[in-house]
């Protein structure tokens, strides 16, 4: 088994007078050699937008794109005619593909959002841009895994991206131990912790920690309180 921490505190982190945000890889002004990537995982950015404000329209191309709220709610449009709301409790997943311009804004103009915005590297280039949103279950993740993407045609139940890539969410009460098999034995897990604190073998993770793991088939956590966790799958090349 091989491991890498990322520390919340080690993130880069930037304010302004309508965005914080927490940057577990490099991005934007922030750059560490040695948070770059863990495999095909680009980008896991932690964003709280102010009410009444968020990101104007701008393009991306040839990337993965899923998000997730914690709190709150986003308003989207695209170029692709797709256009709502992604509220706490629901994800949503874009191919940017050939190219896509996109608008993310706080649908509250008044109440901060907090999400989650997470950036694979696709299997396929220059595919045509798509978008999809879904509405999960929370009760189906009490002290177990809840698959929320996979692959085209895996899982009917999830979301699914142009990537061979699988994210699952799981809410533990304090004690509580699960396991996680992988899909394929090549790729690599990438942990991170919404809230809580939870141990993996001897190291322990709290809020905004990340670890990946590789060259393992099978890994086993612990809450160590009630948490929330994200779990990626993801190639390792």
Not at 58 to 85: A, C, F, Q, Y
Not at 135 to 155: G, I, L, T, W, Y
Not at 216 to 225: C, F, Y
Request: aromatic share 8%.
């Amino acid at each position: 088994m091989k491991t890498v921490l990322h520390p919340a505190a080690g993130r880069g982190h930037a304010v302004y007078d309508w965005l914080d945000t927490y940057h577990t890889f490099s991005f934007a002004g922030y750059y560490d050699p040695e948070r770059v990537n863990f495999g095909l995982l680009r980008v896991l950015n932690d964003d709280l937008i102010r009410g009444g404000t968020g990101f104007d329209t701008h393009t991306h191309d040839n990337m993965e794109i899923v998000t997730i709220p914690l709190t709150g709610g986003l308003r989207h449009k695209d170029s692709t005619g797709s256009e709502g709301e992604t509220k706490s409790g629901e994800i949503q997943a874009m191919s940017a593909g050939i190219g896509v311009t996109h608008s993310e804004m706080n649908a509250s103009g008044t109440e901060d959002c907090n999400f989650l915005q997470i950036w694979i590297l696709p299997q396929e280039k220059d595919i045509l841009p798509r978008y999809q949103q879904k509405s999960f279950d929370a009760a189906k993740r009490q002290n177990r895994f809840q698959e929320v993407v996979s692959p085209k045609h895996e899982n009917p139940d999830t979301l699914w991206i142009n990537q061979q890539a699988y994210f699952s969410l799981a809410d533990l009460e304090i004690d509580t131990e699960i396991s996680y098999h992988l899909h394929i034995p090549t790729h690599g897990v990438y942990l991170f912790v919404i809230e809580g604190s939870l141990r993996i073998g001897d190291k322990a993770l709290t809020r905004g920690d990340g670890m990946g793991i590789w060259d393992i088939s099978d890994i086993t956590i612990r809450a160590l309180e009630k948490t929330n966790l994200l779990l990626m799958e993801v190639p390792m090349e």
